[in-house]
């Protein structure tokens, strides 16, 4: 018979028990060795595979942090540099100030003056949509002509803030951002509550926490007078009774600035603004809605109070408010604040800013067809329930006193330069627009 073939089994387990013990002990010696070296290197593949992978993703993230950085739309060492820039004070004694709403009417214009004076100016606006926002772009444009940097952000967001604190030790905070207008609150309440209280809340925060504590002055509003009677309105009088969601966030800001005053020292000025007008204005507002629906030819809508009695407002030209608002800054006081504690009792204020002389709607239309030479079509109809209140009636002595402050434009006067800027900023020429 032919030689048998080896089982697999015999193959790898010889039948020679002396023989197999020595050469299998071999055997698996190699193959232990072999598997062994293989094994190894595998191992070290893949820990180099690992650490390159780790290193490429590392990399990877540090590139794209470092882009981040640089092309952010806040952070990032350009943007820091613009923001030390535009706060430089060039002159003595003067301050940093921090300008909420910067790019709105009222922030564009105190930022401004701030700026030209020679104060270091830091601005800060979101450019929402609740009027065209190429006005409040047309507005930063008019600043960063006059080297005031404005950074687009909203005031709720708390770590914004405190880079800002972080860069720039201002001195003090203009705080102008909120949400305007009494009518919208009708539509979105919560954009009232969003910027009005919480946008309030994140930067007392801020400043609270802030080395050293900023002195700072806010607007609040003549609304917060609501349904009162008594004329004219004074800081003494009881402010319990809004007519408007927009006027209780208001009022609600001015008892959140005094808890804020009370426990962490904070200086606090509120200014409540009445009826704000003038070049660079808000297109919500009636006299410029008036003027845009005269010059083209389309009706406008004058309310009327109880009894058909004339609505009257206390009429104030923007730069009159603008030296209401310095000469609060310039007599703000300092707060008294470190580490976020009190150390001390710091100022607590409240001034009406108005102009004492209540002018009737239509007594405004009459002075806006005056001086665009083009008659109104007007539809005269009772005032609805949607917030506003016939009249409003400004007491400034306490601003007169405190602050120096004494308006001195008549409603002729600062219509007649509202109307120049509007027909000069839409393209208008006598009276007609400019192909």
Not at 116 to 136: A, M
Not at 210 to 234: D, R, T
Not at 304 to 310: Q, S, T
């Amino acid at each position: 018979m032919g030689n048998k073939m080896p089982s697999l089994e015999e193959e790898l387990f010889p039948s020679t028990p002396g023989k197999f013990k020595i050469e299998r002990t071999h055997h698996m010696n190699r193959q232990f060795h072999r598997c062994f070296s293989s094994s190894s290197t595998m191992f070290l593949w893949t820990l180099f595979l690992i650490a390159l992978t780790a290193s490429y993703f590392s990399f990877q993230s540090f590139v794209s942090s470092g882009s981040r950085y640089l092309t952010a739309s806040w952070g990032g060492i350009q943007w820091e540099k613009q923001v030390r820039t535009s706060a430089q004070i060039h002159r003595q004694g003067g301050m940093s100030v921090l300008v909420t709403g910067a790019a709105g009417f009222v922030g564009s214009h105190v930022s401004l003056a701030l700026k030209r004076r020679g104060d270091g100016v830091v601005g800060l606006d979101n450019f929402n949509d609740y009027y065209d926002p190429s006005l409040k772009k047309a507005r930063k444009a008019l600043l960063s002509t006059h080297g005031v940097f404005i950074v687009e952000a909203d005031v709720n967001d708390a770590k914004l803030l405190a880079k800002l604190f972080d860069v720039v030790a201002f001195t003090h905070v203009m705080h102008l951002a909120a949400q305007a207008g009494v009518r919208y609150a009708m539509e979105n309440p919560q954009s009232y509550v969003h910027s009005n209280i919480a946008g309030l809340v994140t930067l007392m925060e801020a400043c609270k926490s802030a080395n050293p504590q900023p002195a700072i002055v806010w607007a609040s509003s003549s609304s917060v007078y609501g349904l009162n009677e008594k004329v004219p309105f004074s800081e003494l009088d009881q402010t319990d009774q809004p007519a408007s969601l927009y006027a209780a966030t208001k009022k609600a800001g001015e008892e959140i600035t005094h808890t804020y005053n009370h426990i962490y020292g904070l200086s606090i000025t509120g200014l409540r603004f009445f009826t704000v007008y003038g070049p660079w204005g808000r297109p919500d507002m009636a006299y410029f809605s008036f003027t845009r629906n005269i010059l083209q030819g389309k009706p406008i809508t004058v309310y009327r109070g109880k009894n058909r009695v004339d609505l009257a407002r206390d009429f104030t030209y923007i730069d009159d408010i603008v030296k209401g608002c310095l000469g609060s800054l310039d007599t703000s006081g300092k707060s008294t604040g470190s580490g976020g504690k009190k150390r001390g009792p710091a100022p607590f204020r409240i001034f009406n800013l108005g102009n004492t002389s209540p002018v009737t709607v239509p007594t405004l239309v009459s002075i806006l067809e005056g001086h665009l030479k083009v008659k109104a079509k007007k539809n005269v109809v009772d005032m609805p329930g949607n917030g506003d209140v016939p009249f409003t009636h400004a007491n400034i002595s306490s601003a007169r006193i405190e602050l120096g402050y004494k308006p001195t434009t008549d409603l002729q006067t600062g219509l007649k330069k509202f109307v120049k800027w509007y027909l000069s900023y839409y393209g208008y020429n006598h009276g007609k627009p400019v192909n």
